[in-house]
């Protein structure tokens, strides 16, 4: 008992981790099933047939590079104003500043399915067609806030000095920011990028109401199952989780070979 006291913070954080694994886990349990109908829902036997064809059934991988793509530039775009918005509000004064702040936080907060109608009110008075462009400004504008809270963050906690030990010893504005700040600000713009990547990717609701006859990955998911949900749906799912692991296990590992360098120096 003893024991138990003393990791109890441990051991409930390992419970919840194990709670938050366990739905992947059974995704990838499933991909190497092979159902005896259209619904991968019960165990019936191993197998790696959805492995080697993920692409067997129709329009699955079609829809996958879509919600990449989107992603992708929604990811770019969000990344690139979000830092902008960021430095902006950490580092000068102007009008409207506190205002702007809390506006910020507004997408977070707001309810997806909100978000949702009025982009396609916005989108249906400017008489905008819907699909590609319209789900990628969607995706950019709510991904906008994540990117700017991860990357305000960590702008203020940056140490000015160190930018003005620069400047005397006569680096340019460029320089500066190529060399102290950008360097510094990095974790916090990779952060918010690596979350505006699986926001975009993951969306359901915001893209449903904006897309018109645009299929994404959680789209088709959707349609799936109501009809069947196929084996390649949970290959394609175990794929991206492996891959996010891999992403931050490597991002671990090459800041722990960091660390150990600053201090054997």
Known sequence: MRLIKRN?????????????????????????????GRFNYSWREFSTDAWRDPCGVADLCGS??????????????????????????VRYRFRARGTINSLI?????????????SLLTLFLNLGAELGFWTILIAHTMFCLSFVVVAVKARVMSMDPKLEEAARDLYAGPVQTFLRVTLPIAAPGIA??????????????IITNFNSGNTVTFPMFVWGSAQRGTPVQINVIGTAMF????????????????????????
Do not use: C, H
Not at 15 to 28: D, F, Q, S, W
Not at 256 to 265: E, I, P, V
């Open 105 to 117: 936080f507004l997408p977070m907060a707001m309810p997806e399915v909100v978000m949702a109608a």
């Open 242 to 265: 492996a891959v996010a692991v891999l992403i931050v296990a490597g991002a671990q590992f090459i800041g722990g070979r960091r660390r150990k360098r600053a201090l054997a120096q």
């Open 191 to 204: 952060a918010g990028a690596m979350l505006a990547f699986a926001l975009s990717f993951d969306d359901f």
């Open 8 to 36: 109890l913070v441990v051991i409930a954080g390992l419970l919840t981790l194990a709670y938050l694994i366990l739905p992947n886990i059974v995704v990838m349990v499933f991909s190497f099933n092979k159902p005896a």
């Open 64 to 89: 996958l590079v879509l919600s990449l793509q989107i992603a992708l530039w929604a990811t770019i775009g969000a990344t690139v104003l979000g830092a902008m918005i960021a430095f902006a509000l």
